[in-house]
Structures are given as structure tokens and as C-alpha cells.
Nanobody
Framework: QVQLVESGGGLVQPGGSLRLSCVASGGTFSDYIMAWFRQEPGKERTVVGG????????SHADSVRDRFFISRDNAKNTLYLQMNSLNAEDTAVYYC??????????????????WGQGTQVTVSS
């Protein structure tokens, strides 16, 4: 069973960048498909992107494609989300999630049994 801890959130100005990290422990990180989700207050949690176990394949939501980039370092048991050209609509709590098997593009929250506690990203001037 894997435990996930996110970090790297904070306050950033529009147009700025942040890199989120998610460190995994308690399991074999390379056994898991990983994903980033985000949730705005009062709204459903939505998928931002997913990555396969070997860091070969990624998929990103249309709203963040070419601005956000998901990656992983299996040697460090760490998942990353590089976020560029941030705007106010990106303000949300960001969560990393893990599952074994299936596809890397999976928007269903219930597909992922393991979640981090979330990290707040606020984009504001």
C-alpha cells in the first residue's frame, strides 16, 4: 500500500510557474500509474494528467496541455507536475493519485485507491 505526500504549492502571480512534487512511500512506486487531479471549492475533482509506470507515456487535460507537464522519477519515488503560464482558473487544491493497471487517461476519481492530502495552488496578483 502506497502513501503519497504532495508539496510545492503556494501563491504565484498570473503567468508564473510552479512545480509540484508527490513523494511515494510504502510501496513499489514503479508499479503504479500516477495522476494529478485538482479541485476548486464547491466543484468536483478533475483530472489534470496521467503518466504510465515507466515514464514513457503521458496524457494531459485539454485545459492544461502545453502548459503543464507531468513526469516522474522512479529512482526518487517522486511524481512531478511542472505548471507554466498559470492563470486564475488554475487556482485549486492539487492532488496526486495512484493506481495499479488500467489506462493513463482515467478521469474517474474512484479508479484511484491512493491519494495524497493535497497542496493548494493560488494564482493571483
Amino acid at each position: 500500500q502506497v502513501q503519497l505526500v504532495e508539496s510545492g504549492g503556494g501563491l504565484v502571480q498570473p503567468g508564473g510557474s510552479l512545480r509540484l512534487s508527490c513523494v511515494a512511500s510504502g510501496g513499489t512506486f514503479s508499479d503504479y500509474i500516477m495522476a494529478w487531479f485538482r479541485q476548486e471549492p464547491g466543484k468536483e475533482r478533475t483530472v489534470v494528467g496521467g503518466i504510465d509506470e515507466t515514464d514513457r507515456f503521458t496524457s494531459h487535460a485539454d485545459s492544461v496541455r502545453d502548459r503543464f507537464f507531468i513526469s516522474r522519477d522512479n529512482a526518487k519515488n517522486t511524481l512531478y507536475l511542472q505548471m507554466n503560464s498559470l492563470n486564475a482558473e488554475d487556482t485549486a487544491v492539487y492532488y496526486c493519485a495512484a493506481k495499479q493497471g488500467g489506462t493513463i487517461w482515467d478521469s474517474k476519481v474512484e479508479s484511484y485507491p491512493y491519494w495524497g492530502q493535497g497542496t493548494q495552488v493560488t494564482v493571483s496578483s
